[in-house]
């Protein structure tokens, strides 16, 4: 068995890294000394602001790995991954770009035509432009390959129908990728015959229906596709390699610190709380163990996005950072309803609790992410 690929190699912060990293969080704390910034638990999903967006555009904190070329500013994934570690510490409403400057612009990259770089990148890196992924479908999550929503060939691209669902930020996105199937199902191989489509959300046909969460709040929604026509312009990549394309991004959509920092402005203010208790009260065992835990995940996830930055193989490596990380956010909720001497009614704790059980389902649940794991070992 080799295991090189399930332990990449990890990576310094080098001076640079740590300057980038205390102007972001400058920047931050005068936001939030000003009132004008709120940290929230979870807000990379539920702050949607796109004035917010725009304004860490403007900075040069979106569509950082995006070429020159195309908008945006030719940097690496570990000086990114520095930037978000920071914006999620912060609790930062950063919902509007994520998908778009997480997944969408590596996507175009890797797999775009000309055109379509050229029409996405620069207002993706402008904060202009907000996707959504149109992945899950009401009887296919898990197993994704089993998705129905088809393309039927017609004049000049596909006519789509189907439904998509928990599609987070369809609402207010300007475009989602859609995992469809253009060839009809073979039972011998499940994984041949899906395509990814570029479908403008306000295009003829797309009815967004709101799906409101436990928290009382809409970020995301059903999507109902009935014969909406995407020209063969709008579809990404190869038609049929739908599967391969949407899987070599996983390393990238599981390991990033949003799978270990969703609430963290819920544990500094646990860590504020215990730090102004008089002095000779005991200290929590569980702020360290919880601290450690948060310094193992940087590790492995900077050592991931160094990974991929490379061009190295980094899935199975990436989902033992998600199953860590999000049962690590979960347990953060946990520790500051029990020990953190929390009020329930605290926002931070209130949303914490609420929005706790999506941590191990989004992006792959943890049962699977088992059997990836197992699987990358050479266990199964
Ligand atoms: C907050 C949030 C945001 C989301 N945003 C998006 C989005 O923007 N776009 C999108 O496409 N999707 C999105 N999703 C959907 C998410 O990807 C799915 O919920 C996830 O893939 C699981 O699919 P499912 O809900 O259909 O559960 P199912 O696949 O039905 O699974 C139900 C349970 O059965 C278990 N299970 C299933 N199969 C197996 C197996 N073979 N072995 C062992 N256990 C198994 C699972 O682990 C799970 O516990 C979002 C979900 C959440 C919670």
Redesign the pocket.
């Known amino acids: 068995m080799t295991v090189n690929h399930l332990v990449p190699a990890g990576v310094p912060e080098t001076p640079a890294l740590t300057e980038l990293r205390h102007e972001v969080r400058a920047f931050l704390n005068s936001r939030i000394a000003d009132g004008s910034l709120t940290p929230r638990v979870d807000a990379w ?1 539920t702050g949607w602001d796109p004035d917010f967006s725009r304004e860490l555009a403007a900075r040069g904190w979106v569509g950082m790995t995006v070429p020159a070329a195309y908008g945006g500013h030719g940097r690496t994934f570990v000086e990114r991954f520095v930037v978000t570690e920071e914006l999620l510490a912060a609790g930062a409403p950063v919902a509007a770009h994520w998908v778009a400057d997480r997944q969408a612009a590596p996507s175009l990259l890797r797999f775009g035509t000309e055109e379509q770089k050229q029409h996405y990148l620069p207002r993706i890196a402008a904060g202009e432009c907000f996707f ?5 479908e009401p009887d296919s ?3 994704l390959a089993s998705v129905r929503t088809r393309a039927r060939r017609v004049d000049g691209g596909w006519s789509v129908t189907g439904t ?1 669902v ?3 930020g369809a609402h207010a996105a300007e475009a989602f990728f859609v995992l469809a199937r253009t060839s009809p199902l073979d039972t011998s191989a499940r994984h041949a015959g899906l395509s990814q489509l570029i479908v403008e959300l306000r295009s003829d046909g797309v009815q967004v229906r709101p799906i409101v969460s436990m928290t009382g709040q809409h970020h ?1 929604n059903e999507v109902h596709l009935d014969d909406v026509f995407v020209p063969d312009a709008r579809v990404l990549g190869d038609v049929g390699a739908g599967w391969h394309q949407v899987t070599s991004e996983l390393a990238y959509e599981r390991s990033g610190p949003e799978r270990f920092l969703s609430t963290f402005p819920l544990f500094r203010a646990q860590v504020r709380r215990a730090a102004a208790q008089p002095e000779g009260t005991p200290a929590d065992p569980a702020i360290g163990r919880a601290l450690a835990r948060l310094r193992g995940l940087h590790h492995m996830s900077m050592a991931v996005n160094a990974a991929v930055e490379r061009g190295d193989r980094a899935d199975t490596a990436a989902a033992v950072v998600k199953v860590l990380g999000t049962s690590f956010e979960g347990d953060l909720v946990e520790a500051a309803q029990l020990g953190g001497g929390l009020p329930d009614s605290d926002p931070l704790l209130a949303a914490g609790l609420l929005q706790r059980p ?1 941590f191990t ?5 943890s ?2 992410l088992r ?1 990836v794991i197992a699987r990358g070992m050479g266990l199964r």
Not at 132 to 136: E, K, L, Q, R, T
């Open positions: 999903i959504a992924i149109g992945m899950s999550g898990s197993d998509k928990w599609t987070s995301f999506g389902l989004r992006g792959g649940t049962e699977i059997g």
